[in-house]
């Protein structure tokens, strides 16, 4: 399947509903049950700068006669400018281009819809960097921390957190300006290597 850019709208929610555009230009609302949605099984890379190339694979999805494939952060709208048809077997496999347009403060998911825009299958979250590596997340510091120190971000991802740490404690509300770490002994979550921190603005 050949997928083309892939644009980024503005504001709805992945647990409560996706909002996207359909190639007509009518706007549609699709409930989404978490459990409803299948893992793409495959993205690569998983973080970068806008501009990206990401390759995209998975043999889960359901059969169906086209696969739209969209790519937008939770509480995000999914605009699908893509289609294509599964594999014999069901498999899906292409590429996306990381929008210009996408933020370096919150995770990307990639979203396949089947031929009527209902979400089907849902990716791990990419993470956008700047040219330097660095990115930034909001959340607050938690107790599920094994190895490092542990943060849920608005999104409710889990990360961890090493590097610059010193004076943060758990319960605390933070914005940190970090660098994705590829491998990591924390051995949960995103691992991001702490450059500062600092409360968020009230």
């Not at 089947?114 to 959340?139: E, K, M, N, Q, Y």
């Not at 590097?163 to 509300?173: K, Q, V």
Request: a negative charge.
């Amino acid at each position: 399947m050949k997928i083309d850019r892939i644009k980024v709208l503005a504001l709805a929610t992945v647990a409560a509903g996706i909002a996207l555009l359909t190639p007509n230009g009518a706007e549609a609302q699709r409930r989404v049950a978490p459990d409803s949605l299948r893992m793409i099984q495959e993205i690569e890379p998983l973080y970068g700068p806008r501009g990206t190339v990401v390759t995209v694979y998975t043999e889960n999805l359901p059969l169906q006669a086209k696969v739209h494939v969209g790519v937008g952060a939770t509480r995000t709208g999914f605009e699908a400018l893509a289609e294509g048809e599964q594999g014999m077997w069901g498999e899906v496999s292409g590429t996306i281009s990381i929008p210009e347009t996408a933020p370096y403060d919150r995770a990307l998911l990639i979203v396949a819809f089947d031929a009527i825009f209902a979400p089907i299958g849902l990716s791990d979250p990419f993470h956008v960097t700047r040219p330097d590596g660095t990115l930034t997340r909001t959340g607050r510091i938690t107790d599920e921390g094994i190895e490092c120190l542990a943060m849920r971000d608005g999104d409710d991802f889990l990360y961890t957190l090493i590097g610059n740490t010193d004076g943060l404690s758990i319960g605390d509300p933070i914005v940190v300006e970090a660098r994705y770490v590829e491998m990591s002994f924390c051995q949960q979550g995103t691992t991001l290597e702490v450059i500062e921190s600092r409360p968020p603005a009230s």
